[in-house]
């Protein structure tokens, strides 16, 4: 038996390692699959049968900041030619794992921000919707904190390759290479959804789901790490074909578009220019859209934060005029965001829309709204003409 504890820390970063007592997590009966450990939020100890209350679970859980730099590896999934097995794990696992936690503090000492620092907004944003603040109720304090110390360094190092893509290096024009850049970014951002301490394994497909299963992230009790160079779920490769399938599906497109970062109350196209409007308004309360896109942002920062400073100028994304109803945000006067300045805001957005679009243009509206408030909200939210 290993017995085994190392504790790594770098101010407040710290990596308990693993504790590899291995027989805890060997099956008592290998033909036999045992009951759950973990129901309500209760913890039952696998050997003594011991339960821990959730409360309690709760308590230890925020201590350490929500439990990812102190999650130990049980078992192993491999595919080989011949076969599938799940493996218990072994000390070469372990020492694979700390050296990569070894490294991940190495890179934190160099850089305390090379890991996303950034805050995560505890207020829940509406009462059915949580947005990230679920994950604020076990402690985590930061986007950091939901990665272990090997999934933080292998995107940090992802896009640390990134970064080194330049066109002295590449020989490639200056938009060319913005334009694959901007596409790995995309596929390295596909695996942070899939490789979180929130990043869940389908039992019946045998593969490692993304974080958002719905509109939110959620706490999971175990989770899935996936090898990014296996050849198997959440890997690199699967990652990039994820991208070329995207761009190939719209390669079909004759003319290039233009994108234009804007709030939609103050559309920046002269009026009576454009031959038709698509749009997808926000609905209501259900989602918040620049707090879940936080998740993300705060690695595409520090990927692509020099290949477009002006994108990539705030911290996080911008909330101020983000036309939903939450408790998370205030309006850009500090105004609360309620149904009154959804309406107010929504009235705006379609006016300034109605303005661009020529008098014989087409406007397509899609609102899939599930609640009689956010459908009387846009209803109400007639522009005055
Ligand atoms: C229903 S979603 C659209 C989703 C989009 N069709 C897609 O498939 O990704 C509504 C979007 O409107 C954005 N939004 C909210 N207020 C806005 C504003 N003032 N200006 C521009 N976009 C806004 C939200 O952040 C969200 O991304």
């Not at 859980?61 to 999934?77: E, F, H, I, M």
């Not at 272990?148 to 200056?174: E, F, K, M, P």
Request: aromatic letters at 10%.
């Amino acid at each position: 038996m290993v017995t085994q504890v190392v504790s790594l820390s770098h101010g407040d970063q710290t990596v308990t390692a693993l504790r590899p007592l291995l027989e805890i997590f060997s099956p008592r009966d290998g033909d036999r699959v045992e009951s759950g450990t973990v129901k309500g939020g209760a913890a039952t100890c696998p050997i003594t049968g011991f339960t821990t209350s959730a409360a309690s679970v709760k308590r230890q859980l925020t201590q350490q900041r929500g439990g990812a730099q102190n999650s130990r590896l049980y078992a192993v999934y491999v595919e080989r030619n011949a076969g599938r097995e799940f493996r218990i794990a072994t000390p070469d696992d372990s020492t694979a794992f700390l050296r990569a936690a070894a490294a991940a503090l190495e890179v934190l000492h160099k850089d305390p921000a090379a890991f996303p620092t950034e805050e995560i907004n505890p207020i829940r944003p509406y009462k059915n919707s949580r947005g990230l603040s679920a994950v604020t109720r076990i402690g985590c304090i930061n986007f950091g904190d939901l990665y272990n110390a090997r999934q933080a360094l292998s995107i940090h190092v992802l896009y640390g390759v990134l970064r080194r893509l330049t066109l002295d290096r590449c020989g490639l024009d200056h938009p060319f290479l913005l334009a694959l850049k901007t596409a790995l970014a995309f596929a390295i951002n596909r695996g942070v959804s899939q490789n979180t301490s929130m990043s869940r394994w389908d039992a019946s497909r045998l593969t490692i789901k993304g974080a958002f299963s719905k509109q939110a992230l959620a706490v999971v009790w175990d989770f899935a790490e996936a090898n990014p160079f296996s050849g198997g779920s959440a890997d690199w490769d699967g990652a990039i074909e994820w991208v070329r399938r995207f761009i190939e599906g719209n390669c079909s497109m004759d003319r290039p578009g233009t994108t234009v970062r804007a709030s939609a109350t103050t559309i920046p196209l002269p009026s009576d220019s454009a031959a038709a409007l698509v749009t997808d308004p926000p609905y209501f309360a259900a989602i918040p859209y620049a707090d879940l896109s936080d998740f993300f942002y705060v690695w595409f920062r520090r990927g692509l934060g020099e290949s477009y400073p002006d994108l990539f100028a705030n911290e996080l994304t911008e909330k101020a005029e983000e036309l939903v109803v939450t408790n998370a945000q205030k309006g850009s006067n500090g105004q609360t965001k309620d149904d009154s300045f959804f309406r107010l805001g929504m009235a705006a957005a379609l006016k300034s829309a109605r303005d661009v679009v020529q008098s014989q243009g087409i406007g397509v509206i899609v609102y899939a709204e599930g609640t009689t408030a956010g459908w009387e909200a846009i209803l109400g939210a007639k522009p005055s003409r």
